[in-house]
């Protein structure tokens, strides 16, 4: 191959805008691809965001265990039995929107940065590895879908019936929950096989 100093003058004038401009597009390129890194701004405050959530859930929790023993142990102490469920459904409600979190941010960071070494070694279909936008997307609603469900629970825990119809309502609502559990388990199989 000739290299343009070797070629005759008239060549290598036309050379020479040419290795101008390639230089500058692959400068640019190299910017546009470095660019990707601005996805950072979503996955680092995601993944603190998951952390403070893990914090706030356990905080829960072990205030729930304390005024347990408190009521059981002690004495003296509000009755618990109206607000243990409504506590323990809050804090797995917490502990979802966190995993939802953790997902995100290291689903980003994988499609949009860089493969995780360690995940390689875990199945494919191990909720932090992540192959498309697409599988991202779906993993991330059916967390978001379970984390609903335990809102609606918690919801339902609080009801007190005025009417029969009242009743009649609630078992519909659960009827439909059931069937969009089943439908998203249906669909899951399906785009497995």
Same mark, same amino acid.
């Given at each position: 191959? !000739?290299?343009?100093? +070797? ?16 230089? &500058? ?13 601005? $996805? ?17 859930? !356990? ?23 109206? !607000? ?7 804090? $797995? ?35 932090? +590895? ?32 005025? !009417?029969?119809?009242?009743?009649? &309502? ?11 559990? &089943? ?11």
């Amino acid at each position: 191959m !000739t290299s343009p100093s +070797n070629l005759p003058p008239e060549r290598q004038a036309e050379s020479r805008p040419h290795d101008k401009s390639g230089r &500058y597009e692959r400068a640019f390129e190299r910017f546009l691809w470095n660019s990707r890194l601005l $996805v950072m701004l979503a996955v680092v405050p995601s993944l603190l965001g998951s952390l403070v959530l893990f914090i706030i859930g !356990t905080l829960d929790i072990l205030k729930l265990a304390v005024d347990a023993g408190a009521y059981y142990l002690v004495g003296g102490q509000p009755d618990i039995h109206e !607000t243990v469920v409504p506590s323990v459904v809050m804090a $797995v409600d917490i502990y979802l929107v966190a995993i939802v979190l953790l997902i995100f941010g290291l689903g980003v960071y994988r499609l949009f940065v860089s493969p995780i070494e360690p995940a390689g070694s875990h199945p494919a279909s191990h909720p932090f +590895n992540v192959a498309s936008f697409d599988e991202l997307k779906d993993k991330i609603a059916r967390v978001v879908i379970l984390a609903v469900i335990i809102e609606f629970f918690r919801a339902v825990v609080d009801i007190r019936f005025q !009417t029969p119809l009242d009743a009649i &309502y609630l078992a519909l609502s659960v009827l439909a929950l059931a069937a969009a559990l &089943y439908l998203m388990s249906r669909a899951h199989k399906h785009h497995r096989e």
